[in-house]
């Protein structure tokens, strides 16, 4: 007997093309799913709430069809209050943005049919999500939680370039803009403690709080991480001038990165980032740029349960 299924949409993921293949995207769930329910997103955080709504209606399969932070959205709709709303409800993904990162570390195909096929024959697999506290661009403290990557200094302000450029219906590829924000980023001084123990105080181009392997477009910022083993991979990369930075950036997609040394690896369970200045320092998770820092990270282990190959 097939689950309950809700199937939430994004239709300006992808640069809006999500919405103009939705015809073929329906075509090809039914073919997989005798039955299910879909509702299309109209604005931010719409999905949490559709999530969130469907689970405590009884559905049991919600299906995500967009990019990251559209999954991202419909995670936190799994919870209400720190809790899971329904601990046997299942998340599938349909990739279908601009980047889908964290579909990588899942081993889920883009390729639409191939991607269906996973999500009704696939066993469903536990995974840890990570928990962050920081302020909102007003100054509010907030909580949110992720599923791939959350992280500090020139990936908020890379990320926060590409919303700019999206907000003007222009496009700007993660590595461009990662060139761009560096001409004029100056690093950061953090202090950093891991697991209630005083880690670092120095200057950092950028940290990441890795749950999956992959971000930006293909990075392999943490490629160890793994998805259930209840430890977020920290990677924390020292400035750089503008030509040594040049000359190793190739490394961040073959995940060679880690012997460099000005990088920093380390697991730990909880993560606490303070600015050693008052300097505004941007932070983003899976793609969206949410705030800045101090925060609190933390991992929640074996928490959601989600169709995949681990």
């Not at 299942?90 to 639409?112: E, Q």
């Not at 880690?258 to 920093?264: D, F, I, M, R």
Request: charged share 25%; hydrophobic share 35%; proline share 4%.
């Amino acid at each position: 007997m097939s689950p309950k299924t809700q199937v939430i949409v994004n239709p300006e993921s992808d640069q809006g093309r999500t919405g103009k293949r939705w015809k073929q995207i329906k075509e090809a769930l039914k073919s997989f799913l005798k039955e299910f329910k879909y509702e299309f997103t109209e604005k931010p955080f719409q999905a949490v709430e559709i999530a969130r709504d469907s689970i405590k209606s009884g559905f049991e399969l919600i299906v995500g069809v967009g990019g990251d932070g559209t999954i991202n959205e419909i995670a936190n709709g799994f919870y209400e209050e720190k809790n899971l709303i329904n601990p046997h409800s299942c998340l599938g993904i349909i990739p279908s943005g601009t980047g889908c990162d964290f579909t990588k570390s899942l081993n889920i195909p883009y390729n639409l049919k191939n991607s269906l096929k996973l999500i009704t024959q696939a066993p469903s697999s536990l995974i840890d999500v990570g928990r962050i506290h920081f302020q909102d661009p007003k100054g509010k403290k907030k909580e949110r939680l992720f599923l791939n990557i959350a992280d500090f200094g020139i990936g908020g302000e890379v990320v926060q370039k590409i919303n700019q450029k999206r907000m003007k219906h222009k496009t700007s590829s993660y590595l461009k803009a990662l060139f761009s924000s560096y001409a004029s980023y100056k690093n950061k001084n953090i202090r950093i403690s891991v697991d209630d123990k005083l880690i670092s105080s120095d200057e950092y181009m950028i940290g990441a709080f890795s749950n999956g392997r992959i971000f930006g477009k293909g990075m392999k910022i943490a490629p160890h991480a793994k998805l259930n083993d209840g430890l977020l991979d920290i990677v924390l990369v020292k400035g750089m001038k503008f030509m040594e930075f040049l000359m190793n950036s190739w490394k961040i997609y073959t995940g060679s990165h880690l012997s460099h040394p000005k990088v920093n690896f380390i697991r730990g369970k909880k993560i606490e980032v303070v600015p050693a200045k008052e300097d505004s320092v941007l932070m983003e998770m899976d793609g969206e740029q949410i705030g800045a820092l101090p925060a609190t990270i933390e991992i929640v282990p074996q928490s959601l349960l989600v169709k995949g190959n681990i």
